[in-house]
C-alpha cells in the first residue's frame, strides 16, 4: 500500500516551453502532497505543500508563478513549470501524506526535467 | 526551528559488515524519526522509522534507535549486501507544521 505515481518519469524541453508534472496516490487519498527539488548529491529541498481543494503554501524563494501547483483531488497533484530556463533542470519528487498521519509521508519516483 | 545534522557523509563497508549512520537534531519536542533509502535516480523511500515512546525499532536486518535525552538516532543495516548501496537520508517531523527536515544524506557503499 501507500504507493505514489509521477509522470513522466523524464521529460526534455526547450527553454521558454512549459512542462506538467502529475502526481497520484494510486491506493489512497491524500489531502496533502508535497513537491521537491533536488539538487545532484543533495539532500530534498521542499518547495510547496500543496492541499486539496486550496491554494498551495510555497516556500521562501520559490517563485508561485513560475511553479503552478494544482491539487484538483485527493489523488492528483500537478506542478507545472512554466517558461523553462536551463536552471530550472532538476530531479523533481513528490510526496503524499495518508489521511490521519499527521507524519508519514510516501514519496514517487521523481521527474527528470531537463531544459536545453 | 529544528535542525538535523547526519554523518558521515560517505560511509564505506565491506560486504557482510554492518553500517551505522547516526543524526542529531535540535527540538527536544520531536516525535517522528524516519530513515529513507534513495537509490540513484529514483524518489526515496521510507525504510524504517521510529517514535519517541520507542528506544529501537528492528525490522530484519535494519534496525533504529534513539536517544531522546541526547537527541540523537541511528540507522543499524547488518551483514550488508550490495543491494545496500544507496543515499540514506533522515529525518525528522517539524511539529509546528508537520513538514519533514531532512538531514544532508549519507552514500553507502558495499564493498564486494
Known amino acids: 500500500g501507500a504507493v505514489v505515481s509521477q509522470h513522466p518519469s523524464w521529460v526534455i524541453c526547450k527553454s521558454g516551453t512549459s512542462v506538467k508534472i502529475e502526481c497520484r496516490s494510486l491506493?489512497?487519498?491524500?489531502?496533502?502532497m508535497f513537491w521537491y527539488r533536488q539538487f545532484p548529491k543533495k539532500s530534498l529541498m521542499l518547495m510547496a505543500t500543496s492541499n486539496e481543494g486550496s491554494k498551495a503554501t510555497y516556500e521562501q524563494g520559490v517563485e508561485k508563478d513560475k511553479f503552478l501547483i494544482n491539487h484538483a483531488s485527493l489523488t492528483l497533484s500537478t506542478l507545472t513549470v512554466t517558461s523553462a530556463h536551463p536552471e530550472d533542470s532538476s530531479f523533481y519528487i513528490c510526496?503524499?501524506?495518508?489521511?490521519?498521519?499527521?507524519?508519514?509521508?510516501?514519496f514517487g519516483p521523481g521527474t527528470r526535467l531537463t531544459v536545453t | 526551528g529544528e535542525n538535523v545534522e547526519q554523518h558521515p557523509s560517505t560511509l564505506s563497508v565491506q560486504e557482510g559488515d554492518s553500517a551505522v549512520i547516526k543524526c542529531t537534531y535540535s527540538d527536544s519536542a520531536s516525535n517522528y524519526f524516519p530513515w529513507y533509502k534513495q537509490e540513484l535516480g529514483k524518489g526515496p523511500q521510507l525504510i524504517i522509522d521510529i517514535r519517541s515512546n520507542v528506544g529501537e525499532k528492528k525490522d530484519q536486518r535494519i534496525a533504529v534507535t534513539l536517544n531522546k535525552t541526547a537527541k540523537h538516532f541511528s540507522l543499524h543495516i547488518t551483514e550488508t549486501q550490495p543491494e545496500d548501496s544507496a543515499v540514506y537520508f533522515c529525518?525528522?517531523?517539524?511539529?509546528?507544521?508537520?513538514?519533514?527536515?531532512w538531514g544532508a544524506g549519507t552514500k553507502l557503499i558495499i564493498k564486494p
Open positions: 491506493d489512497f487519498q491524500a489531502t496533502t
Open positions: 510526496s503524499a501524506r495518508p489521511p490521519g498521519l499527521a507524519n508519514e509521508q510516501y
Open positions: 529525518a525528522v517531523i517539524d511539529d509546528s507544521n508537520y513538514q519533514l527536515i
